[in-house]
């Protein structure tokens, strides 16, 4: 599913040798239906390599191929519909729009993909359903709590069918129980066949995944 080969991430001028190396050679193998946690210090270069996966961010040097298609070489447009067939995000913030309901939030990427009103609703509703919260479809992010943000988030994900979903410290803004239950919910995501990579600094979180990476000065240390 996923190849990355020798991936070179550089900040500074131009690439050259006064910039930092964020992430410095990495090769990484990824499997479809993978549940895979990478851990790190903070500076570690772990949230690079997500955005990187995500089509979020470019390589300096190296390739990354997503079934066999090099993502590393694709323009703005490519990678743009790169990231609406197959990726999802979840964030330690959310990433919710303020202004638009729970359904609406959820609905969102199904818009961009044009997917007819009707499948849209289904799908919505089902992916609310799945994570508890379908009774609060009409509610606003600013009327959740934190643990019902992140259910949101993950059901945008769901409706969207992504194949590939990434999260970000998603249970960093949550209090222990809250953050176990919505580990839970991404142990239920896996088991639908998603593959899923979580970047966390959270041993129990990592501990919900199939196997850990540890990065350290962008470089995986042990896997």
Not at 158 to 172: C, I, K, Q, V, Y
Not at 178 to 201: A, P, Q, S, W, Y
């Amino acid at each position: 599913m996923i190849e990355l080969s020798n991936a070179w991430k550089t900040y500074g001028k131009n690439g050259d040798s006064t910039g930092v190396n964020a992430l410095a050679g990495i090769s990484l193998t990824v499997d479809e239906g993978d549940y895979i946690a990478i851990m790190g210090a903070s500076g570690s270069g772990k949230s690079t390599l997500l955005y990187i996966l995500g089509g979020m961010d470019r390589l300096t040097e190296g390739e990354y191929r997503f079934d066999g298609e090099v993502v590393s070489s694709m323009g703005t447009s490519q990678l743009h519909e790169f990231r609406k067939k197959n990726v999802s995000f979840i964030f330690q913030n959310f990433a919710l729009m303020n202004s638009y309901t729970v359904y609406e939030n959820a609905e969102l990427p199904l818009l961009a993909r044009e997917i007819k009103k009707t499948e849209r609703k289904d799908r919505v509703e089902e992916a609310l359903r799945k994570v508890g919260i379908l009774e609060k479809r009409n509610f606003l992010p600013a009327q959740l709590s934190g643990g019902q943000q992140q259910r949101c988030a993950i059901a945008r994900a769901l409706a969207n069918d992504s194949r590939l979903l990434l999260a970000d410290e998603p249970t960093g803004a949550l209090d222990k129980k809250t953050g176990d239950e919505i580990m839970n919910l991404f142990d239920e995501v896996n088991r639908m066949g998603k593959t899923v990579i979580v970047v966390t600094h959270d041993p129990d979180t990592a501990a919900h995944a199939k196997k850990i990476i540890r990065i350290e000065d962008g470089k995986i240390i042990t896997e």
